[in-house]
């Protein structure tokens, strides 16, 4: 097992489901040093040294009661811009997983 750092989103996740309220995500993107992040309701990124003037695309994720939740992140000048979904899947140990997006063909 590897180091990351944890994500809060005080901010809505979108997607099909979302993770339990509270819930912390993890990302490779920093430096992996166990450090918190929050990304606040007001669209910025808050570190341990505080407010980070982040540029780019932020990955985080988390498994939660069996379900995978992906998403990205774009920030633009230290403002968040927008979060996506990347993948969100029941894994179904043991049997068939149920995919939640992307949402497949079949089902739009």
């Given at each position: 097992m590897g180091m990351f750092?944890?994500?809060?989103c005080d901010k809505p996740l979108p997607g099909p489901r979302q993770?339990?309220?509270?819930?912390?995500?993890q990302t490779k993107d920093f430096d992996c040093s166990l450090d918190l992040y929050t990304i606040t309701a007001d669209d910025k990124l808050v570190g341990p040294q505080g407010e980070i003037p982040f540029h780019g695309m932020l990955n985080f994720y988390t498994y939660e009661d069996d379900i995978w939740y992906e998403y990205e992140a774009k920030f633009t000048d230290g403002r968040l811009v927008e979060i996506s979904p990347v993948s969100i899947y029941l894994n179904g140990?043991?049997?068939p997983k149920e995919v939640y997006f992307p949402v497949s063909e079949n089902e739009q």
């Open positions: 750092d944890s994500i809060q993770p339990p309220e509270g819930s912390w995500l140990v043991g049997g």
